[in-house]
């Protein structure tokens, strides 16, 4: 672990100007409407789970750390904005001083989250709470989307290491470098991603490519180079001329020819290619009547978590699987999507909520400010349902408490037995950083927990049980009368 | 021009280690082999155009260079690598020394490119050759991806101003920047990531989001606010309540109200959601009989570019629009799936060409060290077909030149009247970079002009022509030898 914080140095970009452009005209305009330092909050969420799946795997609250604990606009920054001519000096001269002190909560890397509920809050000056909306989105939909990813290609593979090799297919460097983090924080054992391990302590491994192979005379002179140079460490790739035909028959040759007689056990076989299920079965018996039982199979070709299903279905000899560029894009579904939605701002002192209605009733967003109760079983330690309070709500575990869904109401459910966990920490005070982040492999394991916390029909990959995420009393009460504040508006639609 | 250098600073990240960790696995193992000297040619190519599009539009060389140009092991890297375990002193001090001395050649930014031909070749010693691979293909897919998904939807919009808006949903900070790089390239007009526009001179563009609007205590109050904050710059977003009920007549209201009596004429407005079609005519209509007929309508809502075609067929309205997720992940088909492969090793001084056979005929690569002649008719300036060659070949303007399908190779051409352009130019020379990159904006008129040389069939969205890659008589005749070579593996795969 001391060697990873030497190199936390490659996080020092300065990405303050990584914003979309309209939230500086909307933080000028702020400053000359006298609404600048106004206190609004903010909340990320994201209203639909990718691949159709259960839950998603939060991840990125790291990275937001280090994000907006470095906020600084550079001389250069000013010169380059005022160049713009949209801004006044004023609000130049606000950027110059640029002071974070918003309050931030946000959900810890790991845990299982559903849509609606909040993932990350912002209250602090409407300037600023509006100039972090890109970074967060952007930090948190990445990281959020791949670890969900790696989560169901993890559970495909069914307890076999999941290795994480896409860096050549990543959409960008901070793809690779985040993606692969975020893959292990979603189950991945290792990556091949080298400076992952630098800068985060996940493992990197990898040994050889087809180029290995071809750069010999042969296959077999390849082979034994590789025995000669890593003998405890002799994984041969054998799919670059044959499987079958040449690959095995020369790894086990070298095998028997080189480590045998230093009474070594290889590692195993790679395959790249083929027909997986076909070739994996047959390497398993060759490899065992040649005395190699304990030679492992490693598959990696274009894999996500169906094909990997497939082929353990059809009863392929698989020891850990290579993950490529499936993994590292979410290639099914490339797009998290989060978005940052006003929720209320302070007036005298006082909350006043906001809302955003849309005819699209599924766009419509929570007002207010809120917090996140998860509610277990007692008996079970199970998950029961997330229920979004206003913030200043309580709940007192001894007491039965009645949950009901927020569009068919008649739809409740009396707990009893059960207990409750504020989901939400505040990482943030007046702009200061209050929460460290655990490592890679601690949110690694919290997620492994906290995910077995589901109930199995939440947790399955094809058409899992919805998770109940509902809204307490007061905050449908609130959020129905400002729905019907504006109901004019829709009784005209129709026109 | 000058305010962009200033800013290249924040490109000086260290991401020598962005390697797969085979990569140096392999280059010990070069070494220990006494390989690690041999000189190697790699080729970077891909097999398949993203959307069963007709060509792709070539990116990424600038960052290619500044990568190249910019390795280097720091002592950290190298006490992290020997805590690995896995390397030699000697292949460590090879790094502590790291001194690129290859030879690169690729296909500037902005060319059309197509499957098959090497997009980035590389000849040096196999240690370095080989160590370059990750970030050859993470550079040069993820740009070539995003400038050619670009190109497609700025085609679909006939014309009208696309605007790159996807930063929030990128894979990465690296995702949002350099895919704003690239979404130029292709064809944009703009971005909202601020960032770009300091860093490569793209104009960064941003009004307003929903949450202007909804922190003022009316729309109407809001919409009055931006008016006298940006009276010359009034583009207001009408969808937070109602578009044609409340956003609408509210924006007018404040253009009559506010900009008339100064005489100056509103920008237009903005719609975030709903029926594009039905409201762009709509919102044109009013405008048009409220005096507005020059105020534009810009549209920005999970856009592509079978949406963009369809809504156009349909007579929307619209001036401009803001493309954001579908294009920065290129959604429909978020990965290039480009390649780097061994095509040659020297030895004596002589030219040993390389090929990875495959099953999977179309995975067979091309040996030998090649260039690409793009052939154009003379009198239409239209690219005819690409030639891949042997380095050595040179073709003569004057004599007929005869090309033909590389698989049914009965099919057969004969040119006269043409000439030839040598695509690919040399980027490093015993790397040293000798290449000076043209700005963004130089790159997107270029492009430009070098699509326009295909003919429509190649061009056209939905199942275009296939364009010719064909092969030199010479360096077909040596790929059917090597063939030939390992025809016996082949012979016994029936079994």
Not at 354 to 371: D, H, L
Not at 413 to 440: H, T
Not at 442 to 464: G, Q, S, Y
Request: with cysteine.
């Amino acid at each position: 672990m001391e060697l990873t914080k030497n190199f936390d140095v490659r996080n020092e970009r300065n990405l303050t100007m990584l914003v979309d452009f309209y939230e500086l005209t909307m933080g000028n305009g702020y400053l000359k409407n006298g609404v600048g330092d106004k206190i609004a909050y903010f909340d990320m969420f994201f209203r639909r789970i990718p691949d159709e799946g259960g839950y998603c795997i939060m991840a990125g609250v790291m990275q937001l750390i280090e994000y907006l604990s470095s906020l600084k606009f550079t001389d250069n920054d000013i010169e380059y904005l005022k160049s713009k001519k949209s801004f006044s000096d004023e609000f130049l001269d606000y950027l110059r001083n640029f002071k974070f002190s918003c309050d931030v909560w946000a959900i810890p890397e790991g845990n299982p989250v559903f849509p609606n509920e909040p993932l990350v809050t912002v209250r602090g000056p409407a300037i600023q709470a509006q100039f972090v909306e890109t970074m967060i989105l952007l930090t948190i939909n990445h990281q959020t989307l791949i670890a969900t990813k790696s989560n169901r290609i993890c559970r495909a593979a069914a307890g076999r290491p999941v290795m994480e090799f896409g860096s050549r297919r990543a959409q960008g460097y901070d793809g690779a470098i985040y993606g692969s983090r975020a893959a292990v924080i979603g189950g991945c054992s290792a990556t091949a991603c080298t400076i992952s391990e630098e800068m985060f302590g996940i493992p990197a491994v990898g040994t050889m490519a087809h180029s290995w192979v071809q750069l010999f005379d042969s296959e077999y002179e390849a082979f034994k180079a590789w025995a000669t140079a890593y003998p405890e460490d002799c994984l041969l790739l054998v799919d670059t001329y044959n499987v079958l035909k040449s690959g095995l028959p020369n790894a086990i040759r070298v095998f028997n020819e080189f480590l045998k007689p230093q009474g070594i056990r290889p590692i195993g076989i790679r395959i790249d290619s083929g027909d997986i299920t076909y070739l994996s079965k047959k390497c398993r018996e060759i490899l065992d009547a040649a005395g190699y039982e304990d030679a492992k199979i490693t598959i990696s070709n274009s894999l996500d978590e169906h094909i990997i299903t497939d082929v353990l279905v059809q009863g392929a000899c698989i020891d850990s699987f290579g993950v490529g560029e499936r993994l590292i894009t979410a290639k099914s579904e490339p797009v998290f999507g989060g978005v940052y939605k006003l929720s209320a701002i302070e007036e005298n002192n006082i909350i006043k909520p906001k809302i955003k209605i849309s005819e699209n009733e599924e766009k419509i967003t929570n007002p207010g400010f809120k917090k996140i109760y998860r509610i277990f079983d007692k008996t079970t330690d199970k998950a029961i349902a997330d229920l979004i309070t206003l913030n200043e709500e309580v709940i007192d575990e001894n007491l039965t408490l009645e949950i009901f869904d927020p569009t068919y109401t008649w739809k409740k459910k009396k707990l009893k037995n059960y207990y409750v966990k504020d989901l939400m920490v505040q990482i943030f005070k007046n702009g200061k950083a209050i929460y460290e982040s655990p490592s890679v492999s601690e949110i690694k394991e919290f997620a492994k927990t906290e995910t077995d916390k589901l109930w199995p029909e939440v947790l399955r990959l094809e058409n899992p049980h919805t998770y109940y995420v509902d809204l307490s009393k007061k905050l449908w009460d609130l959020k129905q009368s400002l729905l019907h504040s504006y109901s004019e508006i829709y009784e005209e639609q129709g026109e």
